[in-house]
């Protein structure tokens, strides 16, 4: 009886830290996702001479990016502005992450 109370303990001390790396992966993911869109329409300005672009120019087989990887049913912004912080919103259903370049 005390060996299950001890792994009960245990499993209840562990649960939350699992959950706490599992939100900092997610996060550093969505960070990387949007450092890669955010290089991505720094090439499409300097090649196109403009300072906006939608996403559909960024993300394709034939474009800068060719997937991207949603693992946290995140949101991206559909444009972009040269200048701009990435807002991405609805990270794992509540936090929102900014990206400044």
């Known amino acids: ?3 299950v109370v001890i792994i009960g303990l245990l499993a209840a001390m562990a649960v939350p830290a699992f959950q706490k790396i599992k939100r900092a992966s997610q996060d550093k993911a969505v960070i990387n996702n949007a450092r890669q ?3 991505a329409a ?4 300097t090649e196109n001479g ?3 672009v939608s996403i559909g120019n ?3 087989s ?4 060719k997937t991207l990887n949603v693992l946290a049913n995140e949101s991206y912004p559909t ?3 040269q200048g701009e912080a990435l807002t991405i919103g609805g990270v794992g259903g509540a936090r929102t992450i900014t990206y400044t370049p």
Do not use: A
């Open 42 to 45: 720094d090439q499409y300005y």
């Open 37 to 39: 869109l955010s290089s």
């Open 1 to 3: 009886m005390i060996v």
């Open 79 to 81: 444009g972009f502005s």
């Open 62 to 65: 034939s474009n800068y990016v």
């Open 50 to 52: 403009v300072s906006s």
């Open 58 to 60: 960024l993300v394709g």
